[in-house]
């Protein structure tokens, strides 16, 4: 049985569809509550790596990044074990065996070794400060990162796909001056112009290239 407000093409043969009742979120509760603690989950995992602890006069969250911060949460959440068994192992029998990352937290990650060996970087370094954004896959484990040298030193934000990574201490979007933010608020937007990607016409948010990002809002359609 499905219980959807819409269902499109994806009925499936000898699957009994009910309508909910539009508007009505106690006829669909249970996904709406979950739609509620994704949307929680998301805000908070935002402030917490992009807001300095001070509660006056703190900078708003970086809301360019939230498609990124819903990524990590429902990655860090189906890969934790809340009541006993994670909802990955209950759906592949084992527990998860990749490291776990906070949202924004400080890494330092390695160059790719054909840029490592290149003439032009023989004598740079070897890797970069930067910012975790996200999981870019699992299967090898990759990872989003933001380039915190290019920013800092270049004003220029890149935000790389790479799976060579060590944790730090410390989340340096914290620490990122009002001319930074803006910098980086301006790019996330223009990336979003600049792929398939929209903005929401009900949230206002800008939907980037994260896999699986939908609007969160309540009955509303899923952004493009």
Same mark, same amino acid.
């Given at each position: 049985?499905?219980?959807?407000?819409?269902?499109?093409?994806?009925?499936?043969?000898?699957?009994?569809?009910?309508?909910?009742?539009?508007?009505?979120?106690?006829?669909?509760?249970?996904?709406?509550?979950?739609?509620?603690?994704?949307?929680?989950?998301?805000?908070?995992?935002?402030? %917490? *790596?992009?807001?300095?602890?001070? !509660?006056?006069?703190? #900078? @708003?969250?970086?809301?360019? $990044?939230?498609?990124? /911060?819903?990524?990590?949460?429902?990655?860090?959440?189906?890969?934790?074990?809340?009541?006993?068994?994670?909802?990955?192992?209950?759906?592949?029998?084992?527990?998860?065996?990749?490291?776990?990352?906070?949202?924004?937290?400080?890494?330092?990650?390695?160059?790719?070794?054909?840029?490592?060996?290149?003439?032009?970087?023989?004598?740079?370094?070897?890797?970069? %400060? *930067?910012?975790?954004?996200?999981? !870019?896959?699992?299967? #090898? @484990?990759?990872?989003?990162? $933001?380039?915190?040298? /290019?920013?800092?030193?270049?004003?220029?934000?890149?935000?790389?796909?790479?799976?060579?990574?060590?944790?730090?201490?410390?989340?340096?979007?914290?620490?990122?001056?009002?001319?930074?933010?803006?910098?980086?608020?301006?790019?996330?937007?223009?990336?979003?112009?600049?792929?398939?990607?929209?903005?929401?016409?009900?949230?206002?948010?800008?939907?980037?290239?994260?896999?699986?990002?939908?609007?969160?809002?309540?009955?509303?359609? @899923?952004?493009?």
């Amino acid at each position: 049985m499905l219980r959807a407000t819409r269902i499109g093409d994806r009925r499936n043969q000898g699957t009994e569809h009910q309508l909910s009742v539009p508007d009505d979120h106690v006829t669909n509760a249970r996904i709406e509550r979950f739609g509620r603690t994704v949307q929680d989950g998301a805000r908070t995992t935002l402030i %917490h *790596g992009c807001c300095p602890p001070a !509660a006056s006069g703190a #900078p @708003a969250p970086l809301e360019g $990044l939230f498609p990124y /911060a819903v990524n990590t949460w429902m990655h860090n959440y189906n890969r934790t074990a809340v009541t006993g068994v994670s909802p990955y192992e209950r759906r592949f029998g084992k527990p998860p065996t990749e490291p776990l990352f906070a949202f924004g937290q400080a890494l330092y990650a390695t160059l790719p070794s054909e840029q490592r060996e290149s003439k032009e970087h023989r004598f740079l370094a070897r890797g970069y %400060h *930067g910012a975790f954004l996200g999981y !870019a896959g699992t299967s #090898p @484990a990759s990872y989003f990162v $933001l380039d915190l040298d /290019a920013l800092l030193q270049k004003d220029t934000v890149v935000i790389r796909t790479t799976r060579a990574v060590t944790a730090r201490d410390g989340y340096p979007l914290r620490n990122l001056t009002d001319a930074q933010r803006s910098r980086l608020v301006e790019s996330m937007e223009r990336e979003a112009l600049a792929t398939d990607a929209c903005k929401c016409p009900d949230c206002g948010l800008w939907v980037t290239a994260v896999p699986a990002l939908l609007c969160l809002l309540p009955g509303q359609e @899923a952004c493009a």
